[in-house]
């Protein structure tokens, strides 16, 4: 097979970010002009050249830009003035991804990223857009040694009710208020600020009526992020939506997506961990999220790593069974030491203890501000107790078991709690760590252990308040070669 | 751990001309500005070098004391910390490279640092003697040796 060139679609992903600055500009122009394309042309000609220069250059990088996919890997070749050829055996990539946007659909069009255990944590190995035929022909040769002879693929697919769980549970305010503002600005560049600053007094006077008695600004910031955490949540929707995992020999297989489709095959043999998150809302529903760690998987902006977007416990434990039997779950065998629950409960504490104190202070030197100071401090003082309660519940969630060259780590991060399995051969290292406290005490007992795991970049499993001389004894015998503590 | 091993006592040297090189430029300023046999003065003498003191005569010998390591069929092992105790161990076949590091000291003094790389986590183990640096990375890598020495 001879080396072929992306796309053409390419030239326009290469230039139209460039374009798209200079082209807004003109077609508004164009539109509200009324004096005619040939004065239209003599006032934009500076412009249009730029644009034309822009096109030739993303066609001449779209020349120098080719791959081949042969039987054992795919050659990639690139660049103009420093050309770097590249070759990838199927064998190290961790991860193939094949994206399908609908609006690409009419033109057979893909985007397709390779990502083995090599390289950066934030950027993939290779990416490339093809031919809808040239990514089938990729996926078919790189999911080969994977299969091997094994013909029965098994496939899990979730109800829509936990895809829509992962998303209320995943959206991200941020993500979507920035999604939003992108939006009313870039509708503001192509219809005019006069628009654009409309559509802002329009919501704000909605939200001025919607207040039921709060502060105007209170309710501003209280509606801004309900928005954008409404409109993280139907993008979330739309990203997970149609989640299908099968497996077949050492290939694991995803898709997902609605106007986006989404293909994933990931190598097995490379996947550094399971894990299973719960935060204390699914924990009193009974529900687990289930992700796995693999370079190249959710890696993408807004992509979250799902194997299973949620499941009760039964659920998540037989459709494991299923996908990742070689992954298994063992129960705690270390927990932390019984002394360490002021560990766990120490920075809530103190966090509650610190907003009330300033909420006090301000109430007695801010009299004209006594209410909104009572609201403040009440909406800081809820995540706080959330977090306390969590830290509880932690401190009896938190361990290590072992079994079958596998350990199982269950910690808390944040508002999460997580029980992660990793295979034994992925471990890097451990970590012991211990404050003056802990290591001044008469019993000298605790610990912090960190677990360094295989990843592309560094990915720790903290597990505080560990019992010292158990967990080095845990690790001894389970292949660290640790003496227990003198 | 058993059978483990200290760095290099000369680490304790450089660390004693280290910390009284900066008390010295600490002080320089405040004795300059300040009059000489002040009470400010006085105060700022004494408690630099009170800090200096506790490093020089108790925090050092105790960090060189609290630095052990040791290098197994298995693992590497790695302990320091006076007041922040840490104990790492990082398991043999999860070492992908490892750097001979060595610095400005390393000719006066004969010493040098060994950072052992995996994917995912890292470890230095400094102030080592030139010959035990030398001998770690041959254990852990000898094909790299000749292009390290």
């Known amino acids: 097979m001879e080396y072929t060139h992306p796309h053409p679609i390419n030239i326009v992903e290469n230039t139209f970010k ?35 220069l822009i096109i030739l250059f993303g066609y001449i990088r ?67 857009t093809m031919r809808r035929e040239d990514a089938l022909n990729l996926m078919m040769k790189s999911q080969l040694p994977l299969r091997g002879n094994e013909g029965i693929r098994k496939t899990y697919r979730p109800k829509n009710f936990y895809i829509g769980v992962l998303s209320l549970l995943t959206s991200n305010s941020l993500s979507g208020v920035l999604f939003a503002s992108a939006l009313i600005s870039q509708t503001g560049d192509i219809l005019g600020r006069e628009f654009e600053n409309q559509l802002v007094s329009q919501l704000t006077q909605i939200v001025h009526t919607l207040a039921f008695g709060l502060p105007p600004a209170a309710a501003i910031v209280g509606y801004t992020l309900l928005g954008g955490w409404l409109v993280g949540f139907l993008l979330g929707l739309i990203h997970h939506k149609n989640f299908t995992a099968s497996r077949q020999g050492n290939s694991l297989y995803i898709s997902e997506g609605s106007l986006i489709r989404r293909y994933y095959s990931l190598d097995v043999k490379k996947i550094h961990f399971v894990q299973l998150r719960q935060s204390l809302t699914t924990k009193f529903l009974g529900l687990f999220m289930v992700f796995v760690h693999v370079s190249g998987y959710g890696k993408q902006k807004n992509s979250l790593a799902v194997l299973m977007p949620a499941a009760t416990r039964r659920e998540a434990e037989r459709n494991l069974q299923l996908l990742l039997p070689e992954m298994p779950f063992d129960r705690t065998e270390v927990h932390p030491h019984k002394d360490g629950i002021w560990g766990f409960l120490f920075k809530p504490l103190v966090l509650i203890f610190v907003f009330l104190a300033a909420a006090i202070f301000l109430y007695w030197f801010l009299p004209s501000f006594r209410g909104t100071v009572v609201f403040m401090a009440i909406m800081a003082e809820i995540p706080c107790i959330w977090f306390l309660i969590l830290k509880i519940t932690a401190f009896s969630h938190t361990g290590i078991g072992y079994t079958d060259a596998v350990y199982t780590l269950r910690y808390s991060y944040a508002y999460r709690l997580y029980t992660v399995s990793v295979p034994a051969n992925r471990v890097v290292k451990v970590q012991f760590k211990q404050n003056p406290w802990q290591h001044f005490s008469s019993s000298n007992h605790r610990c912090t252990v960190v677990v360094y795991t295989y990843a592309e970049g560094r990915q720790r499993h903290v597990l505080p308040n560990m019992d010292r001389a158990e967990v080095e004894a845990f690790f001894s015998m389970h292949g660290l070669g640790i003496q227990p503590a003198e | 751990m058993k059978n483990t091993h200290h760095v290099s006592k000369k680490s304790i040297i450089i660390l004693e001309v280290a910390a009284f090189l900066l008390a010295s430029v600490v002080l320089v300023i405040p004795m300059i500005v300040l009059e000489s046999g002040s009470v400010a003065w006085w105060a700022v003498l004494l408690s630099v070098a009170g800090v200096w003191a506790l490093f020089a005569f108790w925090y050092i010998p105790a960090w060189w004391y609290s630095i052990r390591y040791a290098v197994t069929d298995h693992v590497i092992f790695y302990q320091k910390g006076v007041l922040f105790r840490t104990t790492q161990v990082m398991r043999r076949e999860q070492v992908l490279f490892v750097s001979l590091v060595r610095d400005p000291f390393t000719p006066i003094f004969g010493t040098c640092s060994v950072m052992v790389s995996g994917a995912g986590a890292s470890m230095v183990i400094s102030f080592l003697r030139l010959e035990e640096g030398r001998k770690i990375v041959e254990s852990l890598s000898p094909e790299g040796l000749a292009d390290l020495s």
């Not at chain 1, 798209?20 to 050249?49: C, S």
């Not at chain 1, 991804?97 to 609908?102: K, N």
């Not at chain 1, 893909?110 to 950066?120: H, P």
């Open chain 1, 18 to 52: 460039y374009c798209f600055l200079l082209l807004l500009p003109f077609f508004r122009v164009l539109f509200f002009y009324t004096q005619g394309f040939y004065q239209w042309v003599r006032g934009a000609w500076f412009d249009l050249l730029i644009v034309l």
């Open chain 1, 62 to 128: 779209w020349v120098f830009n080719t791959f081949k996919v042969a039987n054992r890997g795919i050659y990639v070749s690139k660049g103009i003035f420093i050309w770097q050829k590249r070759f990838i055996p199927y064998t190290n990539v961790a991860t193939v991804i094949v994206e399908s946007p609908f609006y690409w659909m009419p033109i057979r069009a893909v985007r397709v990223t390779l990502d083995t255990n090599a390289g950066g944590k934030h950027r993939y190995d290779v990416s490339l």
